[in-house]
T-cell receptor, first 118, second 114 residues
């Protein structure tokens, strides 16, 4: 297993365009998280999936943002009508769920997708 | 409202010295405290983590000290090396709703001079 994979690694787009990021988690990890990180800040939670179910969404996730994980494997994060304030690193992480013990909290992160909105 | 407060914001240490980063939390329901290391252009990587049933955990040159009553925990890097230069984040989570959503500190930029 090569770890969590994200693409594209970098995306430059003009304001108003739509962008989509993809995340391939570690195989057999059934939990998948999206975080956003801006320069000099820690990651901010956006949303979380257990298998294909999106169980929680942050208030940071406006209606221009949508995330899916249709088959419980890879996930996509789409941003519609991008704004300059959307410029950030979008991080995906996955973790395993130990049935009966709850999640250990050990998140494994990808290298992120950096978005620049001009 | 920041639930995990991290200090210092930046730290410069000489090679071979001890790097110490501190974090304080507010939510007594937190029961998992990881430290992540992040190099420029990379995602955060788990370094070491502790649960509140122990006061210290050591892995190689990295040690977490945990003070439950003070709601504080710290990372100590012994014999700091230039390769340790990175940004370090403390975080915390609890099992509420079975969602291990991490609450992060703002990070400490560590520079180890050769």
């Amino acid at each position: 297993d090569t770890g969590v994979s994200q693409n594209p690694r970098h995306k430059i787009t003009k304001r108003g365009q739509n962008v989509t990021f993809r995340c391939d988690p570690i195989s057999e990890h059934n939990r998948l998280y999206w975080y956003r990180q801006t320069l000099g800040q820690g990651p901010e939670f956006l949303t979380y999936f257990q298998n294909e179910a999106q169980l929680e969404k942050s208030r940071l996730l406006s209606d221009r943002f949508s995330a899916e994980r249709p088959k419980g494997s890879f996930s996509t994060l789409e941003i519609q009508r991008t704004e300059q304030g959307d410029s950030a690193m979008y991080l995906c992480a996955s973790s395993a769920n130990r049935v009966g013990q709850g999640n250990t909290g050990e998140l494994f992160f990808g290298e992120g997708s950096r978005l620049t909105v001009l | 409202q920041q639930q995990v407060k991290q200090s210092p914001q930046s730290l410069i240490v000489q090679k071979g010295g001890i790097s110490i980063i501190n974090c304080a939390y507010e939510n007594t329901a937190f029961d998992y405290f990881p430290w992540y290391q992040q190099f420029p252009g990379k995602g955060p990587a788990l370094l070491i983590a502790i649960r509140p049933d122990v006061s210290e955990k050591k892995e190689g040159r990295f040690t977490i000290s945990f003070n439950k009553s003070a709601k504080q925990f710290s990372l100590h890097i012994m014999d700091s090396q230039p390769g340790d230069s990175a940004t370090y984040f403390c975080a915390a989570s609890n099992n509420a709703g079975n969602n291990r959503k991490l609450i992060w500190g703002l990070g400490t930029s560590l520079a180890v001079n050769p």
